[in-house]
């Protein structure tokens, strides 16, 4: 199994332009979340999904929006990227069972200049 | 709101010499603690989690240790593998699993 994959690794754009990051897991976990981690801080999230075809807002959703229209996949889109989005990107899913951990992917780093 | 506080933002041990840290949490309803291990440049990796005050786990020289208000991850005589920053999270009741994260606790065990 490979988990939690997510693509791509790096990107650097500019301000203003737009940008989608997919998750993917191979689990078949129910549920799924995207998080940003910023320099010294934990993980603040933006979004999550219990379902396929369900989508909601975390803390900081302003600026994001998300879709999940297979189970396996939970993509991050930025339509207007703007220098505050600068952060390193976590996607993570979990079981639906009690108690359950979340697995985390190896994060995408985005630099908006 | 729930909320988690982390102390020490940093701590630096020799190698063998054992400490603990802290994890303060306030949460409407506990479904769960969770500590996990983050390298860098790499993603979280679950070690334990705890649901009930009382309750304790072991990994290797690490043991997780959980009150009504706070959590301890203790480690004794730590190996510079160690060093990583160690993240500690809470899940609430009825929650869709959301988890609301402290900011983490870096460890470096210098040889």
């Known amino acids: 199994n490979a988990g939690v994959t997510q693509t791509p690794k790096f990107r650097v754009l500019k301000t203003g332009q737009s940008m989608t990051l997919l998750c993917a897991q191979d689990?078949?976990?129910?549920?799924m979340y995207w998080y940003r981690q910023d320099p010294g801080m934990g993980l603040r999230l933006i979004h999550y999904?219990?379902?396929?075809?369900?989508?909601a807002k975390g803390e900081v959703p302003d600026g994001y929006n998300v879709s999940r229209l297979k189970k396996q996949n939970f993509l991050l889109g930025l339509e207007s990227a703007a220098p505050s989005q600068t952060s390193v990107y976590f996607c993570a899913s979990m079981r639906t069972n009690s108690y359950n951990e979340q697995f985390f992917g190896p994060g995408t780093r985005l630099t908006v200049l | 709101e729930d909320q988690v506080t982390q102390s020490p933002e940093a701590l630096r041990l020799q190698e063998g010499e054992s400490s603990s840290l802290n994890c303060s949490y306030t949460?409407?309803?506990?479904?769960?603690l969770f500590w996990y291990r983050q390298d860098p440049g790499k993603g979280p990796e679950f070690l334990f989690t705890l649901y009930s005050a009382g309750e304790e786990k072991e990994k290797e020289r690490l043991k997780a240790t959980l009150t009504k208000k706070e959590s301890f991850l203790h480690i004794t005589a730590p190996k510079p593998e160690d060093s990583a920053t160690y993240l500690c999270a809470v899940q609430a009741v009825g929650n869709a699993g959301k988890s609301t994260f402290g900011d983490g606790t870096t460890l470096t065990v210098k040889p």
């Open positions: 689990m078949n976990h129910e549920y």
């Open positions: 949460v409407s309803g506990l479904r769960g």
């Open positions: 999904s219990v379902g396929e075809g369900t989508t």
